[in-house]
């Protein structure tokens, strides 16, 4: 048990689908994050929320739109994906500004057909 | 640009014998570091940090050394464990923010 839970583990969705991922943190701490791991790429920045406001949004296509209704919870909402979009999304949280750590979920393995 | 790079994709290592992992950075705003571990169908696990006023920082068989002139670090664990095969990602942060970034990972094999 990592403290972030990731639901689904996996999901496959066609071009035309709306799916949403969901995380869930345990840990108390106030920021959350998404990231994307495609094979031989570093881990990629996608968005932050720092105390359920986001703060950082790294040029990441509309057609994925994330959602935090507290600082437990982050949502990452999908529509009209191309398949390029498939790879693993990570979420993570982290404590307050300064030397952190952190701490991530199993993540979402998405494919797109 | 990518601001952390791990050059080498992979290592192996046989049991028992030191694995060394480096990782190189290019912004100087860097200034805490972190290894985390991955396996398969798992997410990223932290496994130790250093923050740049040290240039070492041990736990148990994990210690990581950072050289700040050169934009360094490693990552060394003696000795090797079957069990220590996973993927390596290096990360940088700079404290006064919340981004970190990783590098493209080492995949690590101990040999039996």
């Known amino acids: 048990e990592t403290g972030v839970t990731q639901t689904p583990r996996h999901l496959v969705m066609g071009m035309t689908n709306k799916k949403s991922l969901k995380c869930e943190q345990h840990?108390?701490?106030?920021?959350m994050y998404w990231y994307k791991q495609s094979a031989k790429k570093p881990l990629e920045l996608m968005f932050v929320?720092?105390?359920?406001?986001?703060?950082e949004n790294n040029s990441v296509p509309s057609r994925f739109s994330p959602e935090c209704p507290n600082s437990s919870h982050l949502f990452l909402h999908l529509h009209t994906l191309q398949p390029e979009d498939s790879a693993l999304y990570l979420c993570?949280?982290?404590?307050?500004?300064?030397?952190?750590?952190?701490?991530f979920g199993a993540g979402s393995r998405l494919t797109v057909l | 640009d990518q601001q952390v790079k791990q050059n080498s994709p992979s290592l192996s290592v046989q049991e028992g014998r030191i694995s060394i992992l480096n990782c190189d950075y290019t912004?100087?705003?860097?200034?805490?570091f972190l290894w985390y571990k991955k396996y398969p169908a798992e997410g990223p696990t932290f496994l130790i940090s250093?923050?740049?006023?040290?240039d070492k920082n041990e736990d148990g068989r994990f210690t990581v050394f950072l050289n700040k002139s050169a934009k360094h670090l490693s990552l060394h664990i003696v000795p090797s464990q079957p069990g220590d095969s996973a993927v390596y990602f290096c990360?940088?942060?700079?404290?006064?923010?919340?981004?970190?970034?990783f590098g493209t990972g080492t995949s690590l094999t101990v040999i039996p």
């Open positions: 990360a940088a942060s700079a404290t006064t923010g919340n981004q970190f970034y």
């Open positions: 250093i923050s740049s006023i040290k």
């Open positions: 929320y720092n105390f359920k406001e986001q703060t």
């Open positions: 993570a949280s982290s404590g307050p500004l300064g030397a952190n750590v952190l701490t």
């Open positions: 912004n100087s705003m860097f200034d805490y």
């Open positions: 840990l108390g701490h106030n920021a």
